[in-house]
């Protein structure tokens, strides 16, 4: 084959970290960005800025790329669906990504498979969610179909009254309707990654432990620690299986709440996922390699870990406009941490960075990875 | 400070290399290409187009760069101390840098330093060699003090006769003299690379064991097999009283023949160098990385190895034109293998990638690099 062409619709940090993959493996990445700012354009020299929402210049992009993926859910399905149409390969395909696009065809879909999910209904008022909540018990989880991401399109409510206020003052967007789920007691959130090739090679990764906060991943350990084997294996074949149910070509992550008893899923992802930055430097294959690998159908890397333990804390946006200020002190004090700085404005609360430490213990490396990223949103001065 | 700047002199597969690093780093990268098909440029977005040995270009290109560093040796050095003297950072300096772009002038300084050199003298003519070798026994190693790399400007001579046809037949490049040296009896070859700051501050990686075949790098073993502690040690304090001696900041690379006895320098290199490429996964900080972190006196990272042994083994031009038509057999193959590719045309025996394979055991990892390595080359069919 000549060089590969793969066409990223989405300029962010997830395209961006894609980029020393493809060097490594000699792939053409062109990103289509939504601003000639956004932080994979600096790093990337195709960059097409263009409209995900607009069929003309998604078609102008896909043009001469052997294969179109992502670095986010937003394209509209109808948009993939015409690009297919037209002879373009896109991966994960629209009939998969809507799984990741929809939370009510997602649990539809995974109910019908008979997968691990909590229970849930598709509401339309304030009455629907108070019937489901009787049914089990307040509080309950009451999301957005489509549009949500990072904690955004998800609200714990705790009454009817609290769910009709939601619901009476979110605009829903085109498509968009309403669900309820229980809000699963869970011990921790797992997430379990796989990566999927057209021809139907599947690689499972260690299944990590992740803490949210505010939506937002905060922090990932690789792997779970004190995760049963039987319990890690579950998971393993539970991201398996909807991985194959659903038809999805490249990375997909399927975050996991651990009930102590079984895995439930909450969320799908067909993307690299901020679960698995962990992978750039702790596995044999970094998730961004292997998402390259599999939606260009080539063979898949090995997940492997590469050490016993590998911790990932995300770096948020806090007290520093730039963070290059914070080298000094991150790097002299502890030399092992890899530092990630994406190249963003900072803004309070937004995903600008993350740092990585790789060993055996841990609390120790959690130590370790907080104190960095501690230091670059300025919560501790050293 | 804000996000810094480097200048990276030469477009080929070392800063190419660095892009990653960078990248990870938040750091903006320059590179200044002979052409703009070099490598470097396919990946980088900021590439000047220049001449190395005109000096209008290189001030043109450093202006708004914090640092300028180099991807080769062949910028004059009175261009750098041009550079330097406008008040540009240029690391390694000239004064530095002088000693990998003059074998006398390394000899000389090394000597003076006590360092352990082979035998060595600089000859005019064939009568000089003869004398040299009278001293010690033929054949001799006769060099051109500037200008050569990758084996060329070296030869092993016989005899008189052999050193004067050489002599006759070749024309020195401007600056450039005879040296002689004794042809060594190893038993294998070594490379030490150390780090080392402005501000004095230098890390060692582990020692690695070289395999060159015709002058070029082909094989790495990191670390070098069944090398004592002392012997290691002694060769990383070789190399770091080199980089101190000379004032080397950035990465050095001090390649040394074991004699079984000790060690001597046979050549030096003053950035990344093939010998390193095993630190991209098997070190906690590449040697690309650690090279940015010096340049800009940032605190160093740590030179340790991830796992017990990497072995990398290069990828040189070789029966097929598109190296990608590899991919499914080795990548199939060998899910563990690390595949880079430089995306520069196949001329044989051209450095054109390398691979690379972590683990334990030095033999069955160098089976698994040289298969893929072998069938990139096109001397095996499967």
């Known amino acids: 084959m000549a060089r590969p062409v793969v066409g990223i619709v989405g300029g962010g940090q997830l395209a961006r970290m894609t980029a020393p993959a493809a060097q490594t493996l000699d792939i053409h990445l062109r990103v289509m960005a939504a601003s000639a700012d956004d932080c ?3 790093v990337i020299s195709d960059v097409v800025v263009g409209d995900h929402d607009d069929l003309v210049d998604l078609m102008a992009f896909a043009e001469g790329c052997d294969v179109v993926t992502f670095d986010h859910e937003h394209v509209p399905p109808e948009h993939l669906l015409a690009l297919q149409e037209a002879g373009t ?5 629209p009939a998969a990504l809507v799984h990741a696009q ?16 909590p229970r849930w209904a598709e509401v339309s008022d304030a009455d629907d969610v108070a019937l489901f909540a009787e049914a089990g018990r307040w509080p309950v989880v009451l999301k957005v179909s489509r549009g949500g991401y990072d904690g955004r399109g998800v609200w714990v409510v705790e009454s009817p009254a609290e769910a009709a206020e939601v619901m009476a ?5 085109p498509g968009a309707r309403w669900l309820v789920e229980e809000k699963v007691e869970f011990v921790r959130e797992l997430s379990a990654q796989v990566a999927r090739s057209p021809h139907g090679q599947a690689v499972a990764y260690p299944v990590v432990e992740s803490l949210q906060v505010n939506g937002i991943c905060k ?3 690789a792997p779970a620690p004190g995760l049963s084997p039987e319990r890690s294996a579950r998971a393993q074949r539970v991201a ?10 490249g990375m997909l992550a399927v975050e996991l709440f651990d009930t102590g008893q079984d895995v439930l899923v909450n969320e799908l992802a067909m993307r690299p996922h901020n679960t698995g930055h962990w992978s750039i430097e702790g596995a044999d294959t970094s998730q961004f390699e292997n998402h390259l690998r599999a ?26 406009d730039d963070l290059h200020d914070g080298f000094l002190h991150v790097m002299a004090r502890d030399p092992g941490v890899k530092v990630h700085l994406y190249g963003k404005a900072v803004r309070p609360g937004r995903k600008v960075g993350h740092v990585t430490v790789l060993g055996a213990d841990p609390e120790v490396l959690l130590a370790r990875a ?13």
């Open 89 to 93: 390969a896109v991966r994960p395909g």
């Open 169 to 173: 003052s979110t605009a829903l967007k």
């Open 219 to 221: 922090e990932v350990i």
């Open 295 to 320: 939606v260009l159908d080539l063979p898949l890397g090995s997940p492997a870990p590469r050490l016993p333990c590998t911790v990932m804390v995300n770096v948020l946006g806090g007290r520093y």
């Open 102 to 117: 929809d939370k009510i065809i997602m649990r539809e879909a995974l109910s019908r498979a008979g997968l691990p999910c």
């Open 370 to 382: 907080r104190h960095a990223a501690d230091f670059f949103e300025g919560t501790i001065d050293g």
């Open 240 to 249: 398996l299986d909807v991985a194959a149910a659903l038809g999805v070509e």
């Open 40 to 42: 994979a354009a600096a």
